[in-house]
């Protein structure tokens, strides 16, 4: 009996159907997409995403409250409180209580953090910069514009 052998699909040739036009699946791939040239290329710095915008917030807003970071970046309180610790036990964040909300937590990052930061601010900015070769400046102006349009962001400080 002859045995039918389908051809091989290459990675070019998945058919995505109906999820080329969806946002979720879109962003999540350029995620992964993102994140897996990032530590290709800077993992060796001991750098990762989600740890450096957390410290770069707390560079750029000495003294935040732990809860309004946590809430600005989206991340789950016992998470945030977690990744405090790390930061701490690597003497790259202090935090402190103020007197008037005792319930409140402040974060400011010590001298070994903001050297930590400043170090490598431009590596870590400087990467990112460099990986849309596939969209023109002006498609990349676009799309960051779209996505803090979509995630209601406003532009800001692009210090």
């Keep these: 009996m002859d045995q039918i052998i389908a051809p091989v699909i290459t990675v070019d040739q998945v058919d995505v159907g109906p999820l080329h ?27 990762k995403p989600g740890e450096f915008s957390v410290l770069t917030l707390i560079y750029k807003n000495p003294h935040i409250r732990q809860g309004v970071l946590a809430r600005r970046l989206m991340i789950k ?62 498609e990349e102006k676009q799309m960051l514009g779209l996505l803090r349009k979509f995630v209601d962001l406003e532009q800001g400080d692009a210090q």
């Design 21 to 47: 036009g969806n946002l979720g699946f879109l962003l999540r791939m350029a995620q992964l997409q993102v994140y897996e040239d990032f530590y290709a290329d800077l993992g060796e710095y001991g750098l």
């Design 77 to 138: 309180r016992a998470h945030m409180t977690k990744l405090i610790r790390v930061f701490e036990d690597r003497g790259h964040v202090s935090r402190t209580i103020p007197d008037e909300d005792r319930r409140a937590v402040e974060l400011e990052l010590t001298a070994d953090g903001l050297k930590f930061v400043e170090t490598n601010w431009d590596r870590f900015y400087g990467h990112e910069k460099a990986q849309t070769p596939r969209l023109t400046p002006a």
